[in-house]
């Protein structure tokens, strides 16, 4: 996720609202915490990730990513270990 127009913050604003209730499924490579910056206006920030993180089920993952196995030609050696993979309802740690 990249930083967003004031137009795009107010279309994600407006499909998370209409969404309110009922099953959305949201994937970011970033924290919720790290959303606040890439809003235009904190207002709709916080507004729109207090409407998310409140009502939530993160699946939180860490670990190597799947990516360089797509990728054609030769692979990269894997590392030792695997994904943890963390479950959180609500507000996510430290919140």
């Known amino acids: 996720?990249?930083?967003?127009?004031?137009?795009?913050?107010?279309?994600?604003?407006?499909?998370i609202t209409e969404r309110t209730g009922r099953s959305?499924?949201?994937?970011?490579?970033?924290?919720?915490?790290d959303w606040y910056p890439l809003f235009p206006n904190p207002v709709v920030a916080e507004s729109l990730l207090d409407r998310l993180i409140n009502t939530s089920h993160q699946v939180l993952m860490d670990g190597p990513s799947y990516r360089p196995n797509k990728r054609p030609g030769p692979r990269p050696p894997t590392g030792e270990g695997g994904h943890r993979v963390e479950h959180h309802h609500g507000p996510g740690p430290g919140e």
């Open 24 to 33: 959305l499924v949201l994937t970011s490579n970033r924290s919720p915490t």
């Open 1 to 15: 996720m990249r930083e967003l127009t004031a137009a795009q913050a107010d279309d994600l604003y407006e499909l």
